[in-house]
């Protein structure tokens, strides 16, 4: 195995537990990666808002990876940089899916603003991973809406997704996690593991050097671009068949046991 210099953690399903804690050996492992010099990065679909309360936790993360690739954060430098979806195509995709899917449930994500023409009901709430206190979409009128150049664009309830991909798939990303029921869009040069390259070129890491732990399709393109993916217990197949190793679940501190085994 090369020499591990840096490690990639997704949060939801990967490093942080059902419960969406992060449990004592999970983050003494993190941590004990970062005192021996490896570099700890966090890429995942969540906005800013909902990852930096767990991301508060362990300070010693710099590097932060939001909305799949459309916004990296760097807290030492005080950078952002942001990729959204042209407003025109926004409007596009907006006018297909009330047109061919009316009961979806569409949101947008603007720089860590998040709305919606219509309330998501309480029952619904999980797929987003909002909890009771967390914030909800602002709730909005369709001309603000279609106004909006998104970072990203929310699906819910959307089973036929594959339209959206043969309709706009040469301008955005789109990706379905959660068993399918959460589709989410954002513009085709924003991806986890186009925004891990930049950081990695800033830090000044060779991707066979990076270890990255994910669970989800959104992780794919991060597992076949680093030099060692491990696939969580609670992964998709998908992850596990391009994975170099398959470590315990999240609810079972997967990320520990495989740092303890490979890095430290």
């Not at 990695?200 to 990076?210: F, H, T, Y």
Request: hydrophobic share 40%; charged share 20%.
């Amino acid at each position: 195995m090369s020499v591990i210099q840096a490690i990639v953690l997704d949060l939801d399903g990967t490093l942080l537990g059902s419960d969406k804690s992060i449990s004592t050996r999970n983050y003494q492992a993190v941590k004990k990666c970062y005192e021996s010099g490896i570099h700890i990065i966090v890429a995942t679909a969540r906005p800013p808002r909902a990852a930096n309360q767990f991301v508060k936790d362990i300070p010693f993360v710099d590097y932060l990876v939001y909305y799949n690739g459309a916004l990296v954060a760097c807290k030492s430098k005080q950078t952002q940089r942001h990729i959204s979806i042209p407003i025109e195509i926004s409007q596009q995709i907006n006018n297909f899916i009330e047109l061919h899917a009316p009961q979806s449930l569409i949101s947008y994500e603007v720089n860590d603003a998040w709305y919606t023409c219509t309330p998501v009901p309480e029952s619904q709430h999980g797929h987003y991973g909002i909890h009771s206190h967390d914030p909800k979409p602002q709730v909005v009128d369709k001309a603000f809406i279609r106004s909006l150049s998104p970072n990203k664009i929310l699906l819910l309830g959307y089973s036929t997704y594959g339209d959206v991909i043969e309709q706009f798939g040469d301008d955005v990303n789109v990706i379905a996690t959660d068993g399918g029921v959460l589709v989410q869009i954002m513009h085709k040069s924003a991806s986890k593991e186009d925004a891990v390259q930049d950081v990695l070129s800033d830090i000044g890491v060779k991707s066979e050097n990076v270890m990255v732990f994910g669970d989800d399709f959104n992780d794919l393109g991060l597992f076949h671009r680093c030099g060692f993916p491990i696939a969580m217990g609670n992964a998709i197949i998908e992850l596990k068949n391009c994975a170099k190793h398959i470590t315990e679940s999240n609810d079972n501190d997967g990320v520990a046991v495989a740092l303890e085994k490979f890095v430290l």
